[in-house]
């Protein structure tokens, strides 16, 4: 039997090309370089205490094994190809390939050490962006990305991992191994991600002080937008208008790669009369320097995520993250701290897509003015404030991970609830909290309590109703 190693602890005489070169004399039959994986089993999760950093880590898992088929079927037909644009520098991938049948191209980038394979994060990318010019439009979904290396650096791991869950890329490492100096022993051993790795992930981005939330409201427009009169009910058509809103500002909201929710809801009719704006569309998305500063004070301080997401900025700034910028900016970062400035002007984003979708979708022919306003908030001030007591939310639609995740979890609900008995359904979190569970899957997936009840579970797997958290 003979004994492989890894690439990077060995084979110092041994260069990349030589690699290459081996692996393009294997390009007819590349699937008897592979090393069949062994993927991770798992339990069936508990509806009543679903962890969502291990349901993310059966996302990626699945997404592992379609990539895997793909990279046994996959024939390259590449080698060392030079990518260049008129006046720019060379770009120089070295295999270029792509599964028969099957959808997209398969960018490949060998790296005989982890030292370098950081290189291949920035690299990668920069290929597929020449290749989707060149085969314009084509989406994230026309490129794969397969990297050849060896994975040990914390930095190069985590990549991968932030190119697969937040990036939506498709990502897949093979780590290689050979016995000595014999290329004819090189195989190629899928990358799978240890479960610890997603650990902490969900609670500090799901913590509801790391979710900005931006609300525009409207004015009623009586008889067009709400009902003429009060304790009537809005017609069909407002509400659809009221929806359409919303799923307009979900689309704008995952091409800018926001990861969070939408929804639109009306005050009740007879409210409205109150001088309330009575429309109003809430957005709500991950800031990502709350979260990192979450994890920050967790991985220093051993704090409960909670508190560490409810800590203020005070404790941590640019050069905690990144050291480096104490040579030559010091005291530009000992005067202001740039991470909080940073986080506190994240929400730019959210709020041009509120207020675009709200002053386009409100424009007549006679040319109307409507009557706009604002607010911020958080997941707890906004439904502690009272805001949303005499309104009635329409459509949710999530964006991002969220919406992996949220589908994920209405997946798993519906089939315990389709196959539970009535014992077992009454434990469920969506029947505890007093709601009837519909026939059909799509009456869930855009039900505002059973959204706002998925956002409270993330962070709470144990909740037992809408009041705990």
């Known amino acids: 039997m003979v004994r492989h190693h890894r690439l990077r602890r060995q084979n110092k005489n041994m260069n990349e090309k030589d690699i290459q070169n081996y692996i393009w004399s294997k390009k007819d039959d590349f699937s008897s370089l592979l090393i069949e994986p062994t993927f991770p089993e798992f339990e069936e999760p508990s509806v009543t205490g679903m962890n969502p950093s291990e349901i993310l880590y059966q996302m990626v898992i699945d997404r592992y094994k379609e990539y895997w088929q793909c990279i046994k079927e996959m024939e390259l037909w590449g080698c060392e190809v030079t990518l260049k644009e008129e006046d720019e520098r060379d770009m120089r991938t070295d295999f270029l390939g792509n599964r028969p049948g099957g959808n997209g191209i398969v960018v490949v980038e060998l790296k005989k050490s982890d030292q370098t394979a950081r290189q291949a994060f920035t690299e990668l990318p920069a290929y597929g962006s020449f290749l989707r ?184 700034g640019m050069m905690d993250l990144i050291p480096t910028l104490e040579r030559n900016a010091k005291d530009l970062h000992d005067r202001d701290n740039y991470l909080e400035s940073l986080a506190d002007s994240w929400g730019e984003d959210m709020t041009k897509i509120a207020f675009y979708v709200v002053e386009t979708m409100t424009k007549t022919l006679s040319g109307r003015k409507v009557e706009i306003d604002k607010g911020c908030f958080d997941w707890k001030n906004l439904f502690e404030s009272g805001d949303e007591d005499y309104s009635d939310p329409f459509d949710f639609h999530f964006t991002g991970i969220l919406r992996d995740l949220f589908f994920r979890y209405t997946e798993i609900d519906f089939e315990y609830l389709s196959t539970c008995n009535e014992d077992e359904r009454e434990i469920h979190p969506y029947c505890l909290a007093g709601y009837d569970v519909p026939e059909e899957l799509v009456d869930m997936v855009f039900s505002p309590t059973y959204a706002k009840l998925f956002l409270k579970r993330l962070y709470n797997p144990l909740i037992v109703g809408l009041d705990d958290i």
């Open 133 to 316: 010019t060149l085969f314009s439009p084509s989406s994230k979904n026309d490129i794969m990305y397969l990297l050849i290396s060896p994975m040990g650096e914390r930095i190069v791991e985590q990549a991968a991992i932030n190119q697969l869950v937040y990036d939506n890329n498709k990502v897949c490492v093979l780590e290689p191994h050979i016995d000595g100096e014999d290329l004819n022993t090189l195989k190629l051993s899928l990358w799978i991600p240890k479960k610890k790795m997603f650990d902490g992930i969900c609670e500090a981005a799901f913590a509801p002080k790391c979710i900005d939330i931006f609300k525009v409201v409207w004015e009623n427009l009586r008889g067009d937008w709400s009902p003429e009169g009060d304790h009537e009910y809005p017609e069909e058509y407002m509400k659809h208008r009221m929806i359409k809103v919303a799923q307009v500002a979900a689309q704008m909201m995952e091409s800018c790669g926001l990861h969070g929710f939408v929804y639109t809801s009306q005050m009740w009719s007879e409210a409205l009369g109150s001088g309330f704006l009575g429309n109003s569309i809430v957005i709500g998305a991950i800031n990502p320097y709350k979260v990192t500063k979450t994890k920050f004070y967790h991985d220093k301080y051993d704090g409960e995520w909670e508190e560490c997401a409810d800590a203020d900025f005070g404790g941590v």
